[in-house]
């Protein structure tokens, strides 16, 4: 298995080096016309060039906060969550020393962010150019993290994945952290050009941290689990809600998947008819819902919102008030499912 681990690191490696542009050049500083003197050139070229330490140490100190940005440090407390609750939901018996590491449920979380951490440093990798529309504040487009400097990154938290795989879990579900790190790889290269399909893969990769977390510390087999249609359940709820959410973020960043020619659901529909798909996740995640009672009530009023954005223009101040909004309802859908559905 360690064998395997180093292979999947390996094709990681290979796919960005498959995938990254290698034509990257970068010229010296041209100098002054009016400059005669050869030493004088040599001097401007110097000068430019000199190793700034004042800039290096403001770096260092800012890199903690850059990287909290780069890796959108805000889906780290839902993604716990959602860990937990699938760990909880299969052995209800877990203690708070069960969720202490080196425990399996906390090693299989830190696995689950690792993941999406070293997902999100790739996709900003990947869509340097494209963030100079959508999101001029991201670190990378700043210039406060170097893209060399984010593929060390990757590679870091991959390794890091890969121990904690290796050393902690059980050889029979290390095959899946494997298969993750894979398919993250070929996101934002591949997959994230096909319309519909990203947000799909998005959306699953989601609802697959409350499974990864579910089927580890499960009692046996899954399927014969006493609260095996709990957890199918809120899996479908969370992939829908999600799906719904990622359509979202589409229609935000319109302007620079048009620029860009890139196919998503707003960008080929247009932004009106991209609101009532996400209004048809919303309302499959009611129908196929038989066993939380507060999602209903929780969906609709996120109808409303999605209603406010459009009549509001489409403004960013309603775009954060909707995820705002759609957060909360999955906290109280996960603690609804905690607290009070759990078959002990």
Request: a positive charge.
């Amino acid at each position: 298995m360690q064998t395997l681990s180093f292979l999947t690191l390996l094709l990681d490696i290979l796919l960005l080096l498959f995938f990254t542009p290698l034509s990257v050049s970068f010229p010296l500083p041209k100098a002054d016309p009016l400059t005669s003197s050869r030493s004088e050139k040599y001097f401007t070229i110097y000068r430019t060039a000199k190793f700034d330490m004042c800039e290096f140490k403001q770096k260092v100190v800012s890199f903690p906060s850059e990287y909290i940005k780069l890796i959108r440090a805000g889906n780290i407390l839902p993604t716990i969550f959602l860990s937990t609750a699938g760990g909880k939901i299969t052995n209800p018996r877990l203690s708070f020393g069960d969720l202490l590491f080196p425990r399996i449920l906390p090693v299989t979380t830190l696995i689950i962010l690792l993941i999406m951490s070293s997902s999100m440093i790739l996709n900003d990798f990947f869509d340097f150019h494209i963030d100079f529309t959508n999101a001029k504040d991201r670190p990378l487009v700043k210039g406060t993290v170097s893209r060399p400097f984010a593929l060390i990154l990757f590679v870091g938290h991959a390794l890091t994945c890969e121990w904690l795989n290796t050393t902690y879990l059980p050889e029979q579900f290390r095959w899946i952290t494997h298969l993750a790190l894979v398919l993250t790889s070929l996101y934002t290269p591949v997959v994230k050009k096909i319309l519909l399909l990203k947000n799909i893969f998005c959306a699953s990769l989601i609802s697959f941290s409350v499974f990864f977390s579910a089927v580890v510390v499960s009692k046996g087999p899954l399927s014969l689990n006493p609260n095996f249609d709990l957890l199918v359940n809120l899996m479908n709820t969370i992939f829908f809600v999600t799906l719904n959410s990622e359509i979202m973020m589409d229609i935000r960043d319109i302007q620079g998947d048009t620029e860009w020619n890139i196919q998503t659901i707003p960008s080929v529909f247009g932004k009106d008819l991209s609101l009532k798909f996400c209004s048809f996740c919303l309302l499959l995640a009611m129908i196929i819902n038989k066993k939380i009672w507060s999602l209903p009530l929780l969906l609709i009023s996120q109808m409303f919102l999605l209603y406010e954005v459009q009549r509001n223009d489409f403004s960013e101040t309603y775009y954060d008030r909707y995820f705002r909004g759609i957060t909360l309802s999955l906290f109280v859908v996960l603690l609804e499912c905690i607290l009070f559905r759990i078959e002990h």
